[in-house]
């Protein structure tokens, strides 16, 4: 109930691609789902997060796709870049400042 | 302004000794977390800190495991006796819970971590 499961576990894409990362949830009480990227050596840190109330949400070259009744949600880079290389992690909260529990990560690479 | 901080950076012991790790939050941020990264893996969640209320535990991996909070403050992560597959990196994360529809509410602000060794 409290996990979170994403997938692929890592991704190659050429400069320019798309690349995309899903994730599922199981709790119906999760409400607030954001996505942090994570550079080596560094902490994770927010990238972009949705509500529920909406389907999508973008924000620069990143877009969030939300489907409540599959209960999942995925990230779109669009016309990535050698620095999006990274670990991209989802996360759910029951509310958004409650527990934050994060995916398993992606780690992603984009060739130039 | 002063990002989380966390100390020390690194961490080597010998398997059997106990270790503290230090982490001091965003001044004015009333939740804190702790999550364990083992190399080429996720953010495991070990322990939430909300104000005055008693702390989530239930990510705690053994009774070895212990954290403490003074008030709004500094927290430590303290493991006892420590273990080889202890190693791994150690996440401090504080965020804004004011409510009110703050946008910056939820949001985690991370520490570069404490990465421990045990030989």
Redesign the interface.
């Known amino acids: 109930q409290q996990q979170v499961k ?1 997938s692929p576990q890592s991704l190659i894409v050429q400069k320019g691609g798309i690349p995309i990362i899903n994730c599922a949830y199981e709790n119906t009480a999760f409400d ?1 789902f ?1 996505w ?1 990227q994570q550079f080596p ?6 990238l972009i ?1 949705i509500r529920p109330d909406v389907s999508e949400k973008k924000e620069g070259r990143f877009t969030i796709s939300f489907n409540k009744s599959a209960k999942q949600f995925s990230l779109h880079i669009m016309d990535s870049q050698p620095g999006d290389s990274a670990t991209y ?1 989802c996360a759910a ?1 029951k ?11 992606t ?1 992603l690479s984009v060739k130039p | 302004g002063a990002g ?1 901080s966390q100390s020390p950076s690194n961490k080597v012991t010998e398997k059997g000794k106990d270790v503290e790790l230090r982490c001091d939050p965003i001044s004015g941020h009333t ?1 804190l ?1 702790w ?1 364990r990264q083992r190399l ?4 495991e ?1 070990l322990i ?1 800190f ?1 104000g005055n209320s008693a702390p ?1 535990k239930s990510g705690l991996p053994s009774d070895r495991f212990s954290a403490e909070r003074t008030g709004e403050s500094v927290s430590t992560l303290t493991i006892q006796r420590t273990q080889q597959e202890d190693s791994a990196v150690y ?1 401090c ?1 504080s ?3 004011s ?1 009110g529809g703050n946008a910056n ?4 602000f ?4 404490s990465r421990l060794t045990v030989l």
């Open positions: 994403q607030y954001p942090y050596g560094k902490g994770p840190a927010l997060a992690f909260s509310g958004q400042g409650g527990k934050l529990i994060f995916g398993q990560g780690e | 989380v939740a977390y999550y080429g893996q996720g953010l969640f939430y909300q989530d996440l994360a965020s804004l819970t409510g509410t939820g949001e985690l991370f520490g570069e971590g």
